[in-house]
Structures are given as structure tokens and as C-alpha cells.
């Protein structure tokens, strides 16, 4: 899932805040060093020490069922995880956190970014302190991880396009985007409008920029569906954030039709909770691409202790039925299988939304 309830900081607020926590740090850097003295040796204890957990934000299904994943994941992979630190949907808080977690003395971080630019701050304290960090669910646009855990959301936006293409002929749709300052927010919106485009130039694409807020989307809706009441099918680009409030708006306007009634809207999403599965069985929704939640935590703590113990990787297929690319930025990227989940397997036991009670 993001991916997150982001909102866009103003950037002096998030220096000001990289200033005050690391001005030591910087003096040393702009000395030419490369590493901060206080937390020497981290990152090459052979793989050990603690290990911290920051979360971008605990009021989506998705992040909260992520969120209880670290410690069974942290275990089985023979990770020391500390209690995670929820950023709250701030970026300027993230940074903050992430600076507390490397101050006690952590030696590998596992980071679900908030915001792709300013997430740098944060990486760069975590490098001058000699600190691997994984990124989890959203790629940086720079900084220094060891690896991206994270599907293909590109893909996310290709299959909610493919399948609202196949079962509409013609007319208007909407996707209701994230927060563009996220690259998967930018992913799964330029994917969608492109395959729209190219593969059902028949399908008229409205939009609504929603920054991963369920209020906002909720609003905007509305708002959409009073000038548009011919809509005939929706992609929520977060249905942890998107899914109650899309639902509860079609059915004030009397617009939520079961799948096979007369004026129903075709509705795919993205997260794979397991509130959608539930939804797709009433016929309120009809698909969704599964995030795999469980196995960001897995892999997460697969890839720190890896880091911590001085491995790295190249790009290719891994045992884990996923492949290691490298981004344009350079980093390297897991992109993790996420399956499109429909009425056909949405009852299918090895999907982790039929996992969380």
C-alpha cells in the first residue's frame, strides 16, 4: 500500500528539523567524513543488534496489519526489532524518528517512507552514521538503501486499468489517485491513464487527487458524481483509506448497485485487506491487487539482516517468485508478486487478507 495518509510538509520545516537533530552530524560531513562517530561499527555486527521499525502511519488496515506482521517476521528471520515508531503521516516526523531510532543506537532500519524526496534527509543521517537501511513500499527518489521491498506498482495501475477496460466498452471512469509526492501514488496514476489511453481509447479517465486522505476522497466524490452521474467504474488507489468512504458516498446517491444489477459501477482497488475481500463477496466492489503486507514485513527483515551482515545483491529472479530490478536512480528494487483478487479466488487461504482475523 502503500502506501500512506501523505502529507506534503513545507521543505524548510523539514530541514529546520534535519538541522536541529544532526547539526554534529553535518559539521563532520562537511569535514569529508563519510560516517558519524557515534554509533561506530553500525551496520557490521555480522548481522546482529537492533534493529529499528519506522511505520509512515497506523490508521489504514493495511499498515495496521503490517504493522503486526514486524514482530512474527523480525522472529522467524532472526531480527532484534525494536517496538516500530508510527510517523503519523508527517514527513518532518519521520525524519525525527528515524534520527531517535539511529541516537539508540540502532544498527539497521526498516523504513516505510512517506514522501519519496523528502525521506533523503532521513537516509542520509542513517549513512553518516554507517546504518543500512531497507525502504519498504515506496522507493526514494535518492539517498543510499541497500533494497526496496515493494510490488511493482506500475503493475497495480495496468491490472485495475485492464480489468475495468474489460468489463466496460465505453464511457467515463475515475481513478481516485494518491499522493503524487509518492511515487506510487505517481506510479499507479500515470500507469492507469497510459493504459487507458493506449489499450481503451473508448474509456474517458476523470481524476481525483486524493493524497491518500479518506476525507478528501470522500469530498471530492461527491463533488464528481453530482456533475458526472454516468460513471460506470472506479479504481481506488488505496482501498485501506479509499474503500469506506467510496462505498458509503455511492450509497448515499443510491449509486451502490450489487455486481449483475442494473446500474452497477465496476469498482477495482488496491490493497488487498480484509475489508475489500469482504466487499467483493456482497458484490459491492468487484476486484482488487493484493499488497503483500506479510510479505513487506518478511522481506523487510530479510533484506536488514542481510545488509547488517554485509550482503549484497544483484538484479534477477529470486527464490521468493519475485525479481530484483535496478530503479533509474540506481537503487535496487524487489518487486514482489501482488495478485489481482476477484470473486473467482477471493476465498483462496494463501492470500494474507484471509490470514488477519
Not at 196 to 212: G, M, Q
Request: include cysteine; hydrophobic fraction near 40%; proline fraction near 6%.
Amino acid at each position: 500500500m502503500p502506501a500512506s495518509t501523505v502529507r506534503k510538509r513545507n521543505t524548510s520545516r523539514i530541514l529546520g528539523a534535519v538541522v536541529l537533530a544532526t547539526g554534529a552530524s553535518l559539521v563532520l560531513a562537511a569535514c569529508g567524513s563519510t560516517k558519524d562517530t557515534g554509533a561506530s561499527g553500525a551496520g557490521g555486527g555480522g548481522g546482529s543488534g537492533k534493529v529499528g521499525v519506522v511505520l509512515p502511519l497506523l490508521t489504514s488496515p493495511f499498515w495496521q496489519s503490517y504493522n503486526d506482521y514486524v514482530p512474527k517476521m523480525a522472529k522467524s528471520e532472526g531480527v532484534d526489532a525494536m517496538k516500530t515508531v508510527n510517523s503519523n503521516s508527517d514527513p518532518s516526523q519521520q525524519i525525527t524518528d528515524i534520527n531517535n531510532q539511529l541516537n539508540q543506537g540502532v544498527k539497521g532500519l526498516v523504513v516505510a517512507p512517506l514522501d519519496s524526496a523528502a525521506i533523503e534527509a532521513g537516509l542520509d543521517q542513517a549513512e553518516r552514521k554507517g546504518v543500512p537501511v531497507v525502504a519498504v513500499d515506496v522507493a526514494p527518489d535518492k539517498g543510499k538503501v541497500a533494497m526496496v521491498v515493494r510490488a511493482n506498482n506500475v503493475a497495480y495501475g495496468e491490472k485495475a486499468c485492464q480489468y475495468l477496460g474489460e468489463h466496460i466498452t465505453s464511457g467515463k471512469v475515475v481513478q481516485i489517485m494518491g499522493d503524487l509526492a509518492s511515487v506510487n501514488g505517481r506510479d499507479r496514476s500515470e500507469a492507469f491513464r497510459t493504459c487507458a489511453k493506449k489499450n481503451f481509447p473508448k474509456l474517458k479517465v476523470l481524476e481525483i487527487p486524493a493524497k491518500w486522505e479518506s476525507d478528501t476522497a470522500a469530498s471530492k466524490l461527491d463533488t464528481l458524481l453530482n456533475a458526472n452521474p454516468d460513471i460506470k467504474g472506479i479504481y481506488m488507489q488505496a482501498g485501506g483509506v479509499y474503500l469506506a468512504p467510496t462505498l458509503q458516498t455511492l450509497k448515499s446517491k443510491g449509486m451502490l448497485k450489487k455486481a449483475g444489477q442494473k446500474g452497477h459501477i465496476t469498482v477495482v482497488s488496491n490493497d488487498g485487506i480484509p475489508q475489500e475481500f469482504d466487499a467483493i463477496r456482497k458484490g459491492e466492489i468487484d476486484a482488487t491487487v493484493s499488497q503483500p503486507a506479510d510479505a513487506y514485513a518478511k522481506y523487510g527483515m530479510y533484506y536488514i539482516k542481510a545488509a547488517m551482515a554485509g550482503k549484497t545483491f544483484k538484479p534477477g529472479p529470486t527464490d521468493h517468485d519475485s525479481t530484483i530490478v535496478k530503479l533509474p536512480s540506481g537503487i535496487l528494487e524487489d518487486q514482489l508478486p501482488a495478485p489481482l483478487v476477484t470473486k473467482d479466488n477471493v476465498d483462496d487461504p494463501k492470500l494474507w487478507g484471509n490470514t488477519v482475523k
